[in-house]
């Protein structure tokens, strides 16, 4: 089994940062890919930022230059940083992992999401 869970967001004013962090427990071998996603009401989920094993980041448009993804020390771990927030940024965030588990099957499992809120 792996765990995914996401800590970090919450209520803050335009202009003001955030800062989420995600995770990943259980019996992972290999993580390749770890990113975060979000989903604001009546919309599709869409890819924010993706970092992997390498240290290749991917950021959607709309948040380069506000936004960086990072790993952390610890294993499996993963931060968004959210830096000039915008009423729009407002979502449930994601976090994804995408990798194999110590039977090297892949996983692509997902966090429960957390929210942030962004007020105008």
């Known amino acids: 089994q792996v765990q995914v869970v996401e800590s970090g967001g919450g209520l803050v004013q335009a202009g003001g940062s955030l800062r989420l962090s995600c995770a990943a427990s259980?019996?992972?071998?290999?993580?390749?890919?770890m990113g975060w996603y979000r989903q604001a009401p009546g919309k599709q989920r869409e890819s924010v930022a993706t970092i992997t094993s390498g240290g290749i980041t991917n950021y959607a448009d709309s948040v380069k230059g506000r936004f960086t993804i990072s790993r952390g020390d610890a294993r499996n771990t993963v931060f968004l940083q959210m830096n000039s927030l915008k009423p729009e940024d407002t979502a449930v965030y994601y976090c994804n992992v995408i990798g194999r588990n110590i039977d090297m099957r892949s996983i692509n499992t997902w966090g429960q999401g957390t929210q942030v809120t962004v007020s105008s």
């Open positions: 259980g019996s992972i071998s290999s993580t390749y890919v």
